[in-house]
C-alpha cells in the first residue's frame, strides 16, 4: 500500500515536471506523455485507496469511518483523491473540446492534489520525515518554476508607455 502511493506521488511531480522540461529544452514532444503520466498517477492513486479499504481496512465502513475522523493524514489523502477523479474523468479529446477554457481550470486542480498528496505522506510518517520533505521539495521547485515563468511571460508582454 505505501509503495503504491509512493508512485502515485512521484507519478503525479514527473506529470508536473513535463511543463518545465518543454519549456527548457524546446522539445514540445514531451507533452504528448502528459495525460499518459496523469492517468497512470490516478491509476495507482485508485490502487492505494483500494488496498487501504480492501486489505488494510477489510471492508469495515464504521472503523474506516472513525479513521477517516480521526486522522487528518487520510482526510487530507481522501481530499487530494477525490480532487483527481474529475480531472481523470475529463482527460479525453473531447472533454478537453467540450470544456475549452474551462478544461485547463478544472486541471490546475492537480496543483492541490500533488500538494495534498505531499501532506498526506509527510503526516503519517512517523519518524524520519525526509523523504516526504525531498517529494515537498520538488512540488516547491516545480510550483516555483511555473510562477517565475508566469512572471516573465507577463513582463515580456508588458507594453513600455510613450508618452
Not at 481496512?57 to 477517516?68: G, I, T
Not at 473531447?94 to 495534498?116: K, P
Amino acid at each position: 500500500m505505501d509503495q503504491l502511493g509512493l508512485w502515485s506521488l512521484r507519478l503525479l511531480l514527473i506529470t508536473l515536471c513535463i511543463t518545465p522540461l518543454r519549456q527548457l529544452t524546446g522539445w514540445s514532444p514531451l507533452q504528448r506523455f502528459r495525460r499518459m503520466l496523469g492517468l497512470f498517477a490516478f491509476f495507482y492513486v485508485c490502487l492505494h485507496v483500494a488496498m487501504y479499504v480492501a486489505v488494510d481496512q477489510r471492508f469495515n465502513w464504521p472503523e474506516l469511518w472513525k479513521d477517516l475522523t480521526q486522522h487528518g493524514w487520510i482526510i487530507v489523502g481522501c481530499v487530494a483523491f477525490v480532487l483527481l477523479i474529475p480531472l481523470a474523468i475529463t482527460s479525453t479529446k473531447s472533454a478537453m473540446r467540450q470544456l475549452g477554457r474551462q478544461w485547463q481550470r478544472l486541471h490546475a486542480a492537480i496543483y492541490v492534489a500533488t500538494l495534498g498528496g505531499c501532506w498526506h505522506y509527510y503526516w503519517q510518517v512517523k519518524r524520519d520525515v525526509r523523504p516526504p520533505l525531498a517529494y515537498a521539495a520538488m512540488f516547491a521547485l516545480l510550483m516555483g518554476w511555473r510562477i517565475i515563468h508566469r512572471w516573465r511571460q507577463a513582463q515580456r508582454l508588458r507594453v513600455p508607455r510613450t508618452h
